[in-house]
């Protein structure tokens, strides 16, 4: 990997700097371009973090720091969660924008005009241990054989529950069948609602793609090739969050966007949710007294098996129209290098994907000072969780199906009573079908 | 002389337009650098959609709904800003707010005063004893309630441009006119149906004409608001076109949902010019 303090008179800066003359007697264009590649500005687009004070860290101290010893001014873009897709496609159709871009769930869409990761992968793999097996699944073509992303980061999605209402009603959150009879008691006895939302967005598209697996169910085959959405799992999955609805839960979980299930939770509307931790951190400061009853507990075991989902999975891709391709490159390693302080700057939220670049995760874990007990569940939350696309790749069409939002609306037209669980399956495995046949042309 | 218009048509019309049939009859992916013919596959499966169906019978329902209450409030509340009162000017001025506040910042303030949790507009609707203490409507929960909320902040939005229309064209009928129509014993109403509003429906015709377009074509409101949910209950064209061809990197499939705008455009375009030419005053 190149090194953007190298300043040195090279063959390659030689021949680059005589070609760079020689175009532009050509081409007022191409002196453009040239300028441009000559940018000693790494430009960031990334989302704007839940947990404020990882911003904080990146933005002044991690990315000014990287930058002075690298020779490079480093510039950050912060972007709502909601405008990150739209942004990027901007990018792309202007074939101009940042040098490094973050998106928060896998963009294999995008393959044909990122660089490859590959180099990015291998390096980190070999100083920072294996890449997790979530996010090598999330990113990684198998058909190309290329990486089109590299995750630095992961984030897991307890339950985050009020143990002294479910203590109350003497139960514990542990299956899904234990959250529909307790919220069904707590919502008796309390009038308090639960929260899981059924609504066009990030958060419900990572929930009920848990609730799904944990019945058995599955979008695709392994292959990334045939829908399988339609199955009595699928069915059995959406008749018991109808259930829930029905029994403990008002119709504000249509209306929610990515933070709402944090203020449902955090206001002590509501007596539990599914969601990263930054509910209950948020929680920690706004309403201390409310956060020494919440918990965290390990994503609901179904009938077939407990498993959760990524709630985000972070991940950079380089542009190919980028103006500092390898610098970027270099601050991704660099950056992953760095994950022991990213880790506690974001307040446990990003948990590394490669397996080494956090020391003794445990450890730290059981460390917090506010609430230890609840944090070292999530020691073991990778063996559970998985991500869009599973037990297959994440390709184009499921980036497809996952952004327009078909799982959520295959249970929404249930809850709604708009259809039977059965035919909403078979909608919905039509609406993936369509899609699927669209990209495997 | 036509040169300058003639160029801006073809460049900011023309050229995206063209380019959206294009797109619509390849196989555009939001990345790809090449695109392939594929004739009609598109809009086929665009209709083969029962989103798309839903998204085509609330985009009617939303246009249509919006914009007979546009055409009704913004008569009215030009018809009250013509007659002479204290604070007209400041009155005037507030009503125009929404026009020219940026749209996305007026619908998040909406988002949050409808809100799930925090809405200011059900407490008051409670501490005024209009609803219950144990009731508290969701205004983006509800399939009726959605789509009514989404229609009552695009009709916010669009009424002060109506009413500025509607205000131009009263002000510009003769004065005599009513006057005379008053000295005969014409009351109010009488007034209105049968010299007011035919004087006026070139003018209505013209407010109607660009309402329906801002009501088809807009998606911010529904974007911002529900994202077209509760089950799809609010989904329009525009919106579906975003969430297909941008979020879900469709392009084709995102373009292909967009034409279908226009045909209806293009005849809502025809009949209110023809009605606007028949009605013409002289």
């Known amino acids: 990997m190149a090194d953007s303090r190298t300043s040195h008179l090279t063959r390659r800066t030689f021949l680059k700097g005589t070609g760079v003359a020689t175009a532009a007697a050509v081409s007022p264009t191409v002196i453009v ?8 500005t790494l430009k960031i687009g990334q989302w704007t973090h839940f947990v404020p004070a990882f911003d904080e860290w990146f933005d002044k101290k991690y990315c000014p720091e990287w930058g002075a010893k690298n020779g490079v001014k480093v510039v950050v873009d912060h972007i709502s969660v909601n405008d990150l897709r739209a942004r990027a496609a901007a990018e792309v159709s202007a074939k101009k924008g940042h040098d490094l871009f973050g998106f928060l769930d896998p963009p294999p869409a995008y393959e044909n005009v990122v660089l490859p990761m590959n180099d990015v992968v291998t390096e980190c793999e070999k100083k920072y241990g294996k890449l997790a097996g979530l996010a090598q699944h999330a990113t990684f073509n198998p058909k190309t054989k290329k990486y089109f992303a590299v995750s630095d980061n992961w984030v897991p999605d307890p339950l985050h529950y009020r143990k002294d209402v479910w203590g109350e009603v003497g139960m514990k959150p542990d299956t899904w069948e234990h959250v529909r009879e307790g919220s069904r008691k707590i919502k008796e006895k309390t009038g308090m609602p639960a929260g899981f939302g059924i609504s066009q967005e990030l958060d419900t598209n990572m929930m009920l793609r848990a609730l799904l697996w944990s019945y058995g169910a599955q979008e695709q085959d392994e292959s990334s090739t045939k829908v399988m959405i339609n199955s009595k799992a699928t069915v059995e999955a959406i008749k018991l969050m109808t259930a829930i609805y029905k029994e403990s839960m008002t119709a504000e979980v249509f209306t929610w966007d990515p933070s709402s299930n944090n203020r449902f939770f955090v206001s002590g509307k509501g007596h539990v949710i599914q969601n990263a931790i930054s509910a209950i951190r948020t929680m920690e400061k706004q309403n201390p007294e409310a956060a020494k009853k919440a918990g965290l507990a390990l994503p609901a075991a179904g009938p077939a098996k407990r498993m959760a989902s990524e709630h985000l999975l972070h991940c950079y891709v380089v542009w190919q129209f980028a103006e500092n391709p390898e610098t970027a490159k ?3 390693v660099d950056l992953i290098g760095s994950y022991n302080d990213a880790f506690l700057a974001s307040e446990f939220y990003n948990f590394p994907s490669f397996s080494k670049s956090v020391s003794d995760l445990k450890g730290k874990l059981a460390a917090d000072k506010v609430n230890p007990e609840e944090y070292a569940i999530l020691g073991d939350f990778e063996k559970y969780s998985a991500y869009p696309g599973y037990p297959g790749h994440t390709t184009a069409a499921m980036d497809e199906v996952f952004n327009t939002f078909v799982v959520p609306d295959m249970f929404a037209r249930v809850a709604k009573g708009e259809q039977s669980a059965e035919d909403s399956a078979k909608q919905a495995e039509a609406d993936m079908k369509r899609i699927f046949a669209k990209w495997n042309k | 002389m036509i040169l300058p218009a003639v160029l801006y048509v073809l460049a900011l019309v023309g050229f995206p337009f063209c380019l959206s049939i294009y797109l619509a009859l390849s196989d555009a992916k939001i990345a790809s650098s090449t695109y392939a013919f594929v004739g009609l596959d598109n809009i086929r499966s665009a209709l083969e959609s029962p989103t798309f169906v839903k998204a085509l019978g609330n ?6 709904v919006s914009q007979a209450l546009v055409l009704v409030l913004g008569k009215i509340l030009a018809t009250c800003l013509a007659k002479p009162f204290f604070g007209k000017s400041i009155f005037r ?3 125009l707010l929404p026009w020219v506040a940026p749209i996305s910042l007026g619908t998040i303030g909406w988002k949050w005063m409808l809100d799930s949790l925090y809405s200011p507009v059900n407490w008051v609707l409670q501490a005024l004893h209009i609803i219950g203490k144990d009731t ?6 509800e399939r009726n309630l959605a789509m009514a909320s989404v229609i009552a902040v695009h009709v916010w939005r669009l009424l002060p441009f109506a009413t500025v229309i509607i205000l131009a064209g009263l002000t510009s009928i003769p004065r005599e006119v009513n006057e005379a129509a008053e000295v005969d014993g014409a009351g109010f109403w009488s007034r209105e149906l049968h010299i007011v509003l035919p004087l006026l429906r070139p003018i209505l015709t013209v407010a ?37 061809g941008i979020l879900g990197g469709d392009l084709a499939g995102g373009a292909a949902i967009s034409l279908f705008l226009f045909p209806v455009l293009v005849v809502v375009a025809v009949v209110m010019l023809q009605i606007a030419r028949r009605t013409e005053v002289t």
């Open chain 2, 136 to 141: 508290w409507p969701m205004w983006f929960g």
């Open chain 2, 93 to 95: 001025f507030l009503i």
């Open chain 1, 330 to 332: 270099k601050f991704v």
């Open chain 2, 208 to 244: 109607g004409l660009f309402g329906i377009i801002f009501a088809f074509t807009d998606m911010t409101v529904i974007y911002v608001l529900t994202r077209g949910g509760p089950a799809q209950a609010t989904q329009v064209l525009a919106s579906l076109a975003f969430f297909t």
């Open chain 1, 33 to 40: 371009r040239a300028a441009r590649a000559k940018s000693d």
């Open chain 2, 59 to 64: 985009t009617l329902i939303f246009t249509v």
